[in-house]
């Protein structure tokens, strides 16, 4: 086994089971690695087994605060008395000196008051799912009969914010609203929300039909083709520079935006916060509702099966050689472009996933976004170096912009 060290795990404890029938979303589909499930639900034992491995795994790997993802699927199906449980479990095997953090990904349709309470009384950080205005939000993220869904979202946002839930925005980009950026942005600081993360959505039909195509490593046929709900690579590429320009402008200090922070630690020489912009990954796992885990959230398939956590212990697997390989091919794998571009330090090619693109050369496995990302470095890249100098020279980001500069954020003056 390979030395300890921090990792996370994306948990289903839904499986792929959810309420709505978005267009875009890729795990879906997964209900058909489990041909003969009837009831898609993390039992027990698993459970108990998931919690219990977790935090003895993530104490020997150093690391004084547990982290723990659930999502879906949508796990707000398992109803509130669920994450009791999850919540009294995690109790029961904490030692002393170490906590948990929790964090929730939902479409928000059935959040209530009593999820609103529990969410509040046990520190959860939840991530709500909206991707814009009603008429972008409806395009994609409608339900089973293919109604939509932005007011009912709407309404489970007010129960966030009403139990004050610490709570972030989590929006896809793809064809209906890359070209909304400024529209996109203004909408979600309207709402209030003051983090924000954005997500692009690159997806292929599968040349051999049935669904869509896997990850590259799995299924790199050249008869791919991307769905139409795609984002393209230069409309998600203005997408994040445009909602750069508004945000540097006005909401520096005051609005958090995951890709920007991200940069600014690159920037920094810091590591990346963000598994798709790191050197290697191999560090974010996912796990089943059968306790099943796997490499990634992204590699879902029994290629990247590592083993089921009530049968190997987890400490075997996360830090197994079969798993430090995976992360390191992300670095080995980089194409003669990526390698000799001045960007890498701010990209490193991407998230493997997205490599189903050619470089300029013709090189195959190259990242779709890679005219994404070099738009944005070359519009935004000196700003965002202006900004961690800033930070360097103990001052802060904001102080970068000159309209904030006259404006400072509220509670925060001129050093």
Same mark, same amino acid.
């Given at each position: 086994?390979?030395?300890?060290?921090?990792? #996370?795990?994306?948990? !289903?404890?839904?499986?792929?089971? *959810?309420?709505?029938? *978005?267009?875009?979303?890729?795990?879906?589909? !997964?209900? !058909?690695?489990?041909?003969?499930?009837?009831?898609? $639900?993390?039992?027990?034992?698993?459970?108990?087994?998931?919690? $219990? %491995?977790?935090?003895?795994?993530?104490?020997?790997?150093?690391?004084?605060?547990?982290?723990?993802? =659930?999502?879906?699927?949508?796990?707000?199906?398992?109803?509130?008395?669920?994450?009791?449980?999850?919540?009294?479990?995690?109790?029961?095997?904490?030692? @002393?000196?170490?906590?948990?953090?929790?964090?929730?990904?939902?479409?928000?349709?059935?959040?209530?008051?009593?999820?609103?309470?529990?969410?509040?009384?046990?520190?959860?950080?939840?991530?709500?799912?909206?991707?814009?205005?009603?008429?972008?939000?409806?395009?994609?993220?409608?339900?089973?009969?293919?109604?939509?869904?932005?007011?009912?979202?709407?309404?489970?946002?007010?129960?966030?914010?009403?139990?004050?839930?610490?709570?972030?925005?989590?929006?896809?980009?793809?064809?209906?609203?890359?070209?909304?950026?400024?529209?996109?942005?203004?909408?979600?600081?309207?709402?209030?929300?003051?983090?924000?993360? /954005?997500?692009?959505?690159?997806?292929?039909?599968?040349?051999?039909?049935?669904?869509?195509?896997?990850?590259?490593?799995?299924?790199?046929?050249?008869?791919? !083709?991307?769905?139409?709900?795609?984002?393209?690579?230069?409309?998600?590429?203005? /997408?994040?520079?445009?909602?750069?320009? %508004?945000?540097?402008?006005?909401?520096?200090?005051?609005?958090?935006?995951?890709?920007?922070?991200?940069?600014?630690?690159?920037?920094?020489?810091?590591?990346?916060?963000?598994?798709? /912009?790191?050197?290697?990954?191999?560090?974010?796992?996912?796990?089943?509702? #059968?306790?099943?885990?796997?490499? *990634?959230?992204?590699?879902?398939?029994?290629?990247?099966?590592?083993?089921?956590?009530?049968?190997?212990?987890?400490?075997?697997?996360?830090?197994?050689?079969? @798993?430090?390989?995976?992360?390191?091919?992300?670095?080995?794998?980089?194409?003669?472009?990526?390698?000799? *571009?001045?960007?890498?330090?701010?990209?490193?090619?991407?998230?493997?996933?997205?490599?189903?693109?050619?470089?300029?050369?013709?090189?195959?496995?190259?990242?779709?976004?890679?005219? #994404?990302?070099?738009? /944005?470095?070359? %519009?935004?890249?000196?700003?965002?170096?202006?900004?961690?100098?800033?930070?360097?020279?103990?001052?802060?980001? =904001?102080?970068?912009?000159?309209?904030?500069?006259?404006?400072?954020?509220?509670?925060?003056?001129?050093?």
């Amino acid at each position: 086994m390979n030395a300890p060290r921090p990792f #996370s795990v994306m948990t !289903k404890p839904i499986g792929p089971r *959810c309420n709505i029938d *978005c267009t875009y979303c890729y795990y879906l589909e !997964k209900e !058909k690695l489990f041909p003969q499930e009837k009831k898609f $639900r993390m039992s027990d034992e698993v459970l108990e087994t998931y919690i $219990r %491995q977790t935090i003895e795994t993530s104490v020997e790997g150093g690391m004084r605060e547990v982290p723990f993802a =659930w999502q879906g699927g949508e796990p707000t199906m398992l109803g509130v008395d669920f994450f009791r449980r999850v919540v009294a479990l995690q109790n029961k095997y904490l030692p @002393q000196g170490v906590r948990v953090a929790n964090a929730f990904q939902t479409n928000g349709i059935l959040l209530d008051d009593d999820w609103g309470r529990f969410f509040k009384e046990n520190e959860f950080l939840v991530g709500i799912s909206i991707d814009g205005p009603d008429r972008v939000h409806n395009r994609y993220r409608v339900d089973r009969q293919g109604r939509a869904t932005f007011d009912k979202v709407m309404a489970g946002l007010e129960v966030l914010q009403k139990h004050a839930v610490d709570y972030n925005a989590l929006t896809t980009v793809h064809r209906a609203n890359g070209g909304k950026g400024k529209e996109v942005y203004r909408f979600l600081k309207g709402l209030g929300i003051t983090f924000m993360q /954005f997500i692009p959505i690159a997806e292929r039909n599968s040349a051999a039909g049935g669904g869509l195509a896997g990850a590259p490593q799995v299924d790199m046929d050249p008869g791919n !083709k991307v769905t139409d709900w795609s984002v393209s690579p230069k409309a998600y590429g203005k /997408f994040l520079c445009d909602i750069f320009e %508004q945000w540097f402008k006005q909401d520096i200090g005051t609005i958090f935006v995951q890709h920007f922070d991200t940069m600014l630690a690159l920037w920094m020489g810091q590591p990346s916060p963000l598994c798709v /912009f790191a050197e290697t990954c191999g560090n974010g796992l996912a796990l089943e509702h #059968s306790g099943n885990l796997y490499s *990634c959230d992204h590699y879902v398939y029994d290629d990247f099966l590592l083993g089921n956590i009530t049968e190997t212990p987890m400490r075997d697997m996360v830090w197994s050689d079969r @798993q430090m390989q995976f992360g390191r091919d992300k670095q080995a794998a980089l194409t003669g472009q990526c390698q000799a *571009c001045s960007f890498r330090f701010a990209c490193n090619g991407g998230c493997p996933k997205h490599r189903f693109a050619l470089s300029k050369s013709g090189e195959e496995g190259h990242d779709y976004f890679c005219e #994404s990302h070099t738009m /944005f470095f070359k %519009q935004c890249g000196k700003r965002i170096g202006d900004m961690a100098q800033l930070v360097r020279m103990g001052r802060p980001a =904001w102080q970068a912009s000159p309209q904030m500069l006259r404006n400072p954020p509220k509670n925060q003056t001129l050093p």
